[in-house]
């Protein structure tokens, strides 16, 4: 009776392991027989299909991936000083000030990486973004190749991460979906590609190269942007104070209220996910043997358990990054919580009393509600939302910046010879 129960337990458990890997890829290859069935090149993809193709990514394949790719990006930014000098002379770089302004940046980028390029929520995102870093790029202060890295970094994080600590790597297909997605995000941030081998100023299509060659399609321009990225951080990343800085305030005073070896495990858990030029460059300390063969052993296990035991994400449990619709009760849209402090987080009886509330309260952080307004709990706007001073500012700017963008020509493939062409502002 044994042998047979355990005989029939195993035929059970590899049916499911087949079962796992007839459907654990079907979604990746739906998206290539989409471009092989029709013979349809790389070149022919669309922002409104790269864009499609990242929602997929993001919030059904690798949320975990492009979420951490975000996170790891934002940081990577305070390893290049000019950039991490700018956060400390506005004032921005305390601790007071410092989470508010990480999760406004989390909120934007968020909001700009879920939502289409034709929705009102990106264009008012993009439209603030561009507003914020207006006088600061047109002082000197932000310089081209600083925004040019911090959208590459993005690039360079996500396929990292994608690559290292995922079930599966990505396919050209998708590789081109995020080059076309970022490509378009530069071009509304109004970021040069000049710096980039490929590009060429005297052409009327930015993405058009040295006798219109350019890049053959989003997979080549995400590579070559992937490149550069790490070349700038090579070329300019170097310690400084106001790096250190950066550093105490936005990775240290995450767990101030918990014992200092605490800190010291963050520090060099976050060291790990840094190569080496922006590890001394944030000053971070480099993770012992120990803590390595840990790390490495729990993404490899998680990696294996995905692969081969885990169903996909049914499209009802999409990870879904931003909340769809605003408070019914104010008209904003409130926020999940990302750190100790409920920045935008509704008051309602999960957020206080929830299992993530106890815990994050058990780690010394503040409860949705707490503190009156402080923390604006009503929600966000994203036609004010930003630094304190910057509050309320702006409506006109963005207002036109709006208007141009919903003008702006972005139909069709942007790596093929004439886009842009009709309707060019």
């Known amino acids: ?206 993405s058009l190269g040295k006798e219109g060659v350019g890049w053959k399609d989003g997979a080549h321009f995400a590579a070559e942007l992937r490149e550069w990225t790490v070349g700038y951080e090579a070329r300019v990343a170097r310690f400084t104070a106001t790096n250190d800085q950066y550093v105490r305030v936005y990775v240290d005073s995450a767990v101030s209220a918990l014992p200092r070896v605490f800190t010291t495990l963050l520090r060099k858990m976050v060291a790990g996910e840094l190569d080496e030029v922006m590890r001394a460059t944030l000053g971070l300390e480099k993770p012992g043997i120990l803590l390595r063969i840990i790390i490495s052993i729990s993404k490899t296990i998680r990696k294996l358990l995905l692969r081969h035991l885990s169903l996909p994400r049914p499209h009802f449990l999409a990870v879904k990054a931003l909340h769809s619709t605003p408070n019914p009760q104010t008209g904003l849209y409130n926020f999940f919580r990302t750190s100790l402090q409920p920045w935008y987080v509704r008051k309602d009886f999960w957020s206080t009393w929830g299992p993530g509330a106890l815990f994050v309260k058990m780690m010394g952080g503040r409860l949705a509600g707490s503190g009156g307004d402080r923390f604006y709990p009503q929600g966000y706007d994203l036609m004010t939302i930003g630094p304190k001073p910057q509050e309320g500012k702006g409506k006109e700017d963005m207002v036109a910046t709006m208007e141009f963008l919903r003008a702006r020509n972005m139909e069709g493939c942007p790596f093929q010879k004439g886009f842009g062409e009709k309707r060019q502002m």
């Open 1 to 206: 009776m044994l042998p047979t129960y355990y005989f029939t337990c195993g035929i059970a458990f590899v049916a499911y392991l087949l079962i796992v890997r007839f459907f654990r890829y079907r979604r990746r290859d739906e998206v290539v027989a989409k471009y092989n069935r029709k013979g349809k090149p790389l070149a022919d993809m669309t922002v409104e299909e790269a864009h499609e193709i990242m929602t997929v990514l993001q919030e059904l394949e690798f949320p975990y991936a492009f979420q951490k790719a975000r996170t790891v990006s934002l940081l990577k930014a305070g390893g290049i000083p000019t950039m991490s000098k700018l956060f400390a002379v506005t004032g921005q770089n305390t601790r007071r000030n410092a989470g508010k302004r990480a999760v406004d940046t989390e909120i934007l980028l968020r909001e700009v990486h879920h939502n289409s390029r034709d929705s009102e929520r990106y264009l008012k995102a993009v439209s603030r973004m561009n507003y914020l870093h207006a006088r600061y790029r047109k002082a000197g202060k932000i310089l081209d190749d600083d925004m040019l890295h911090t959208l590459g970094s993005g690039v360079v994080e996500a396929f990292r991460i994608v690559e290292g600590e995922e079930w599966r790597g990505l396919s050209e297909v998708e590789r081109c979906a995020v080059g076309v997605f970022h490509w378009a995000l530069g071009e509304d941030l109004g970021i040069p590609w000049g710096s980039l081998s490929s590009s060429s100023s005297s052409n009327s299509s930015p």
